[in-house]
Structures are given as structure tokens and as C-alpha cells.
């Protein structure tokens, strides 16, 4: 019904910058909100940050200030803009989205891996 593609990944040294896209296709939620979530090996899925459709957003404590969630509404797509990188960033990085904050996010995107060297 709804698929998600992110990109923009790849290998940075620490401190510093990358921005990932996810471009959403298929439907459209106007009210609707889309994540990003990250995972490292050995780790339990970890939530970054989120935009609605309207622009608010919200970040997990480890990225606030160093990332930035935007969106394009005209092309149904998603921004990660990662600043300032550390090592502990490296994971492979998924964009997710639900109808609304009242759903669980139900839509995923398959990943994309952010290596940071120290």
C-alpha cells in the first residue's frame, strides 16, 4: 500500500555531516507522520526523530541538536540531516510511517547503513 525508500547512506568520518532522504510512494497521509528509527548490531531498534506532514518534530535526547528532520511535501520525502557524527551513530537507518499519531508505525523502508569512522 505504502512504500518507503530511503537513501543517502555511506561512510563519514566523525564530526562529520550526512543527510538521508525516504521518499514515500503509493499514499499519501495528510495527516500523517513519518520517522526515523536506527538499529546497530546487537541492539534493540532505537527511535531518532519524527516529522509530521505539518513540519513539527521531535527528536530522541542522543541526536537533539546534531540532527534535523525536515520534509517535502510535494514529493512525499523525508530529510535526516545528521551533523557533528559520532561513532555511536553508525546503524542502518529506517524510515517508518503511520496514518497517525494515534497508529503505530506500520510502514517501513528496508534501510540504509551509516557508517561513522572515528
Known amino acids: 500500500q505504502v512504500q518507503l525508500v530511503e537513501s543517502g547512506g555511506g561512510l563519514v568520518q566523525a564530526g562529520g555531516s550526512l543527510r538521508l532522504s525516504c521518499a514515500a510512494s503509493g499514499r499519501t497521509f495528510s495527516s500523517g507522520v513519518m520517522g526515523w528509527f536506527r538499529q546497530a548490531p546487537g541492539k534493540e531498534r532505537e527511535f531518532v526523530g519524527a516529522v509530521r506532514w505539518s513540519g513539527s518534530t521531535s527528536y530522541a535526547d542522543s541526536v537533539k541538536g546534531r540532527f534535523t528532520i525536515s520534509r517535502d511535501n510535494a514529493k512525499n520525502t523525508v530529510y535526516l540531516q545528521m551533523n557533528s557524527l559520532k561513532p555511536e551513530d553508525t546503524a542502518l537507518y529506517y524510515c517508518?510511517?503511520?496514518?497517525?499519531?494515534?497508529?503505530?508505525?506500520?510502514?517501513w523502508g528496508q534501510g540504509t547503513q551509516v557508517t561513522v569512522a572515528s
Open positions: 517508518a510511517a503511520r496514518p497517525t499519531t494515534r497508529d503505530d508505525y506500520i510502514y
